[in-house]
């Protein structure tokens, strides 16, 4: 005994020499951690000043500094994870989460399933409706706007959601009520996620991969070839038509099929999955790429642009979340989308498609439905109000706050939103820039309900007149406002 702790001491010893050794002048090199992380600044004495030392504060931000930069870091971070998911199958990948027979999910797919991200009926009906008009005003110039909904692992897989998210107790979902909305006001649609779902008990292989967040690299056929077809109705123009040369199969999975499985960092591969992997030809028939192009969609049509876009159409231009520009979006800075004269750039383009998967419904088309439609009505803007709560529905962690907030107070999630944002612009209305006619009369109807006196009155005058609450709200706030500019 007395000899194993000898040695286990020693190969310690000989460990933290490594360990130095590679910290000062790297001797391995490591494969980098995959995901979205930043590591501190490098620890170095220059931080240390004798204030710092006496506080604390030098301690503390060298020892963070140097957890994020000793020797074999990635290996150990590796080395943690596979231990973890090995023994408990637990994976730290923030976001994603391991459900039933090994499927991995992105976490926020199961929160849009169950309807936990659902927006409310008001603000979908005003993204879809001034949706349907800039796609009347587009067809005017002979410019097809065509919206595609693009499928969801969740919705495909809901059998192997894990049982503590409770996928049989969902609710209404964005994406059930924005299809029933596309059709009850005529928007051109396709729906991708209703076209997998057919095929998913015919389909040879799998159209979503285990270890993947996207559609399969198979799937991708299946989904380009079906919105080939629906662009050719749209235009009355012919693309050129790809084929399937081979497909291999391989039990380890290729490229995005397995973006989560990276995610992990482990240090052995996950279990073999099957996957299949098409040999796709295009034929040299350029006179038919006759498109020019504007693509304003999510990461799913990463899988499109290079081996299919550029060979369908003349020209593509890919806004990433309707605000960085393809392929630049990960410099950094990344290149961003200039929305100046905005309607000029929207009528360069032959067709324009805006696609959006399941996941990312709840952000209502990242605003591009909002910004089309003012550009072809020159003048107006949105209140500040409503625009706070665009803010909130795309930032990611703002939004996953709010979820978190509504549930714990038991409060519709559109509701939550609104009560925020109106927070927001409340105590900010000083400061706000360019203030129009609707902000002052949401800054009134705020200072009613926040005088106890003034929202008796106003009560008071809704009951007598028979009316509702909200309508004398909004009768005295004009009424003020007008007040307000004659004595001015």
């Known amino acids: 005994m007395k000899i194993l702790k000898q040695l286990l001491f020693f190969l310690i010893l000989i460990f933290l020499a490594f360990s130095f050794i590679q910290f000062t002048k790297p001797i391995v090199k490591e494969p980098p951690l995959k995901g979205f ?71 926020d797919y199961i929160h849009e399933y169950t309807g936990d991200y659902f927006i409310g009926q008001p603000v979908i009906d005003k993204k879809l409706s001034r949706l349907k008009s800039v796609q009347d ?11 595609v909904y693009e499928p969801g692992k969740a919705s495909f897989y809901p059998e192997y959601i894990p049982r503590r998210f409770h996928p049989e107790w969902r609710s209404i979902t964005n994406y059930q009520y924005f299809v029933q909305r596309s059709a009850e006001l005529g928007v051109s649609n396709l729906d991708l996620n209703r076209y997998f779902m057919q095929m998913k008990d015919t389909s040879r292989y799998p159209l979503f991969p285990r270890y993947g967040m996207h559609w399969s690299l198979y799937g991708v056929t299946f989904a380009v070839d079906t919105l080939v077809r629906r662009i050719e109705a749209e235009t009355g123009k012919s693309l050129p038509k790809f084929t399937i040369n081979s497909i291999s199969t391989s039990r380890v999975p290729w490229g995005t099929d397995n973006d989560i499985g990276e995610l992990l960092n ?16 295009f034929p040299p028939i350029p006179e038919k790429q006759n498109l ?29 979340y ?26 360069k383009f032959d067709l324009i498609l805006l696609m959006s998967s399941e996941i990312n419904l709840h952000c209502g088309f990242w605003n591009f439905a909002d910004e089309a439609w003012a550009a072809f009505h020159p003048g107006y803007q949105d209140p500040h109000l409503y625009r706070i709560e665009n803010q909130i529905r795309n930032d990611r ?12 107070q038991k409060k519709a999630l559109d509701a939550m939103i609104r009560e925020d944002a109106a927070y927001m612009f409340y105590s900010n209305f000083s400061t706000l820039e360019n203030k129009g006619y609707h902000d002052s009369i949401d800054y009134i109807i705020m200072n009613i309900r926040n005088s106890a006196e003034w929202l008796a009155l106003v009560e008071k005058k809704a009951v007598d007149q028979q009316v509702p609450l909200d309508t004398m709200l909004l009768r ?13």
């Not at 960085?324 to 200039?338: F, G, H, L, S």
């Not at 962690?397 to 714990?408: D, L």
């Open 476 to 488: 005295d706030a004009v009424y003020t406002y007008e007040q307000s500019k004659k004595n001015h």
């Open 292 to 320: 020019t192009v504007l693509i304003i969609a999510d990461s799913y049509y990463l899988n499109i642009v290079e081996d299919y876009g550029r060979r369908l159409f003349k020209e593509q231009e890919y806004w990433y």
């Open 37 to 107: 992380f930043q590591l501190k600044e490098k620890p170095s004495l220059k931080y240390f000043t004798w204030r710092r030392w006496f506080s604390g504060e030098f301690q503390k931000t060298f020892s963070d500094r140097m957890n994020d930069h000793i020797g074999f870091y990635n290996t150990l971070i590796r080395i943690n994870n596979q231990y973890d998911y090995t023994l408990f199958g637990l994976i730290h990948a923030k976001g994603f989460v391991q459900g039933l027979d090994r499927y991995l999910y992105e976490e």
């Open 137 to 147: 005003s587009l067809r005017a110039h002979n410019i097809p706007l065509l919206l």
């Open 266 to 281: 482990l240090v052995c591969p996950l279990a073999p999955t099957e996957g299949a992997y098409p040999e796709v030809v």
């Open 322 to 347: 309707n605000n960085k520009r393809y392929p630049y979006q990960n410099n950094n800075p990344p290149a961003y989308v200039d929305k100046i004269d905005l309607l000029a750039q929207l009528k």
């Open 397 to 408: 962690e703002w939004f996953g706050f709010m979820v978190n907030k509504a549930r714990q």
